[in-house]
């Protein structure tokens, strides 16, 4: 059997509602050469019969794994294992891909076959498909951006990837130790690997649910410390000791602003002050929130008070 260009895959739990609607933005692919892997991780409604009449009207196309519940990153493993092509490209099953997308990623490798990874632009839509917001690719993280990614924010989506198949067993797959974080984990696994490039299109549609992860959710901000750790682990360079206080500063940061954001200001001082010690450059903003943590609720609540006060009512002036 000829290797299709294209491995995609597909991690499926639970997702009769949309798995179809995802295999079919697949199949509406302008660019043809292509194989599916569909692994069901141990779903307990109709996800595998869908993907699997899927199979069976695709023969040779659409493949369908089974396996015991054992969560998205061993099941993207699995398919990846399973994979035979050149690249390897990924679809959850309740998200859509735009027809262009893989005709778009694989000429840009076709341009620069030295990429680590290709990624794209993105809408982020609901449970019914509304649209909420359309994020584009950042010019900033293109080209040899490891170091960058450690320390600045960014809004790569990691299913928006396309990854050569030998580079994603060159860094040893998805950790399956980290359980929210392993998107940003391959990123910069990858990265280390060359240059990043992207597809100035918005080719992924991604959808949030009321459970989605945020990037400053408290178990992504737990993951994130242990991927810090397993990163930086045992005697370190030092230019790599640098990258490491400055990956811990940016994570102290986002945990200080977490804390911040819940009025939880007696958790949020400590990560401030963590973040400082660990040579954060938002020196201004981190003191403004640190003095502001020391007002506790009360001194909070009275600032906001005052601000309503101080800002203009539009309303009241057009009477």
């Not at 993105?122 to 080209?143: L, S």
């Not at 918005?202 to 992504?220: E, F, G, I």
């Not at 506790?296 to 009477?319: E, Q």
Request: overall charge positive; charged content about 30%; proline content about 5%.
């Amino acid at each position: 059997m000829t290797e299709p260009r294209v491995s995609i895959v597909m991690p499926a739990y639970n997702r009769e509602k949309y798995i179809s609607s995802a295999i079919e933005s697949v199949l509406a692919q302008t660019f043809a050469d292509w194989e599916l892997i569909i692994v069901d991780d141990g779903s307990r409604d109709g996800t595998r019969e869908i993907a699997e009449r899927y199979a069976a009207d695709h023969p040779g196309r659409i493949t369908v794994i089974a396996q015991p519940n054992s969560g998205v990153v061993v099941a993207r493993n699995t398919a990846i294992r399973a994979a035979r092509g050149t690249y390897i490209a990924f679809i959850d099953s309740d998200d859509l891909w735009h027809p262009e997308k893989l005709a778009r990623q694989v000429a840009c490798f076709r341009f620069t076959p030295r990429a680590a990874f290709v990624y794209t632009g993105y809408d982020t839509i609901d449970a019914d498909g509304r649209r909420d917001r359309t994020v584009r690719p950042d010019r900033r993280f293109r080209g040899n951006i490891h170091d960058l990614l450690w320390t600045e924010p960014n809004e790569i989506l990691g299913p928006t990837l396309m990854v050569r198949r030998e580079a994603m067993f060159a860094v040893g797959l998805f950790d399956e130790r980290l359980r929210a974080a392993e998107n940003v984990d391959l990123r910069l696994k990858l990265a280390r690997l060359g240059p990043i490039e992207y597809v100035d299109a918005v080719l992924y549609r991604y959808r949030k649910h009321d459970d989605s992860l945020t990037a400053d959710s408290p178990a992504m901000l737990e993951q994130t410390l242990k991927m810090i750790r397993c990163h930086f682990d045992g005697p370190l360079e030092p230019a790599a000791q640098t990258l490491r206080d400055r990956a811990l500063a940016n994570y102290f940061y986002r945990l200080g602003n977490h804390h911040f954001e819940q009025s939880q200001y007696t958790r949020a001082l400590p990560a401030y002050a963590r973040a400082l010690a660990k040579g954060d450059m938002r020196r201004r903003d981190i003191v403004t929130r640190a003095f502001r943590c020391l007002l506790g609720n009360a001194g909070n609540a009275a600032l906001r008070v005052l601000k309503r006060k101080l800002t203009p009512n539009p309303l009241r002036a057009a009477a």
